[in-house]
């Protein structure tokens, strides 16, 4: 009785607000990490030879932009259904920026030494772990009937959970691959994200 | 009919905030990047060469600072009609992002060799790709009857294609004249901005 | 009666705004900060060493991170009860934020020497005035029924203090033992944020 | 009357938001700045030696971050009375925050020579610039009843012009007087938020 008349509603926006924080500062960070080689001569020449050096790195920023900005997307419609919070599903959620802000320096490791076994290993990891914990903080999410805002119908539960954890497999397959064919791996980082701007089961919720 | 009911509203706010958080890091981040020169001697002429030495610098920072205000603005006024979103809207919404987080970076390149054709080139397209990509993301909006909050008068979708697509113009115009000049694209993207300063069309909408 | 009528609501939801994107600056850059070493070799004993040289400071990066979410969720706790704000409310919210944005600094102080007495000082030093801070801001707060949003019930109040105190304390026995023996202070570190894991007596309020 | 139908409300909280982030972010890469000295004996002489030599730099970031901390409040008091924007209203504080986000740098170049009038100046100079700004964006807002949210009682116009240009009067002396007392220069800048803790005549239309 006490309690339910001191029940508190802990509504998840103030947790949004952090996760976007979070998401803005990794994100311009990335780009911010990326240094202009020095020109050594001013003719056309030497401005391909300096592009040239730089397009490694910006390859790999532009990959972890746009992953962030597919996690984003499914960080901001897990809100869509739950709408409150209590301390195990905020941890959860700490957890999963935690290994968000880890991106932009596996990133860096990865610019740095792109071709190689070690690198892809950790960027793939770092990757599956942000879309494993933010799986984990939706699972537990939607099973505490006091955190939802809405129903969730059977079918954005069962293509959510495809669209969460494709990726983790997406990621081990191309770990695996590196061990021999690293370019390889790199291809595959390159081309996960379309999985997720194709059209999917989701869009008819949507406006 | 089952989908009607469970139709998501997904409202631009999340959004709108990712934005505000990215605009105020890279913003933040543009003056941080600037170095004073090490005061060498601790007169009065020391310090008025330190400071000369960091004029130029300082210069493109301010540019950049005002060109990211008035993109903020024009990304600020987007959303006074555009009021829900969708999966394709926000994909277009990040790749804006995308551009704005590289603003750092081509402006340092800028501060560092100012009268070249290849850093003017670099400069010039990221500030029209960021126009063209906000303008991408404008132009699905306001396509989508279901994303729009508001009636869109006629003159205001023709207003604002103007106000995005003539930074764009202007720009290339700075790139090829930079060949033969270029201290006088440096003065153009400084005179830029002051073409959203000036009074237009859409200020009577506005309080 | 003229104050009466215009008289301020000043609402929290500003100060939290600032502490969200503060933390989410703090939280980011912790990351940022730690360098990999460079490759030398890339075999896979290379990779090892390379790692194993990382560990300590990816170590003392993870307790901060899961400290300062920890202090997040305090921050975030409070504004449940305090709904409104004064002048002397909002300084101590910005001197609490002053030693967050400590917290970076000092987690980078133990990272590169981390088994001193010095270091561990600083550190327990830094992250006890957060809570102290903190925990000033909430007694200024509940002592001030203009502020107060809703009823607090004293068992509440009594948690929260445990909660606010118990941290400082731990931190301070961790401070006397790094005289004789710095690697139990800093499993002391990595212990007390369990403390704020496991069930508590303010779970029963929230959802 | 058909601009009156389509009049736009523009709503100051999207200008509000960007503004915590760019505090938030120019409050935490304050302290970011800063360097720990390298520790080059592990003895409780070496580790104050090297406290010693980081005291100078921590007292301009602890003032800095207190004057901006200050700031923040007057910006956030400006937005009780004003409620929505205009194009003008908004690139006045964008001219603001593009004060703010110089603050970082002035500091770093106090810090660094801290005891020499040029640096004085420019320091005094950027948070003078600051207070000018802020107080610009605000006598234009208070001057255009269609942004004003609610009414203003003179007294608080009046305290608020006090409040707003006794920095800069102040900021002028302390650069005045550096020219012969660098040292008594730096006290006025320790001093000056004082004049803001103090209670003022604001204080009875706050909660």
Redesign the interface.
């Known amino acids: 009785m ?2 339910q008349k ?5 509504r998840s926006v ?5 996760g ?13 990490e ?1 240094k ?1 080689p020095e ?1 050594k001569d ?1 003719s ?1 020449q ?2 391909v030879n ?2 040239h050096q730089l397009l490694p790195g910006l390859l790999c920023y ?1 990959i972890s ?2 992953v962030l ?2 996690m ?2 499914g960080h ?1 419609m897990i ?2 259904y739950i709408g ?4 195990h599903f ?2 959860l959620g ?1 957890l999963f ?2 290994m968000v ?2 991106v ?2 596996s990133t ?2 990865l610019a ?2 792109a071709l ?4 892809i290993f950790v960027y793939g990891l770092n990757l599956s772990l942000c879309n494993l914990s933010l799986y984990m903080q939706w699972t537990y999410g939607i099973k ?1 009937a ?2 939802l805002e ?2 969730l ?1 059977p079918e ?1 539960k069962k293509e959510a959970r495809f669209l969460f954890l494709i990726s983790p497999v997406v990621y081990t397959i191309a770990i695996i691959i590196s061990l021999w064919f690293p370019i390889a791996s790199i291809f595959i980082f390159v081309a996960t994200p379309l999985l997720y ?1 194709i059209p999917n089961k ?6």
Chains 1, 2, 3, 4 share one sequence.
């Open positions: 006490e309690e001191h029940k508190l509603a802990l103030r947790l949004e607000a952090l976007d924080g979070i998401f803005a500062v990794a994100m311009t960070i990335l780009t911010v990326l202009w020109l001013t056309w030497g401005f300096a592009f532009i932009f746009i900005g597919i984003w997307f901001r809100f869509e409150k919070t209590n301390r905020i941890y700490i920026y935690m802000c880890l932009p320096l860096r490791f740095e030494n190689q076994w070690g690198t505490h006091g955190l809405r129903e119908p954005v701007l989701l869009d008819k919720y949507l406006p």
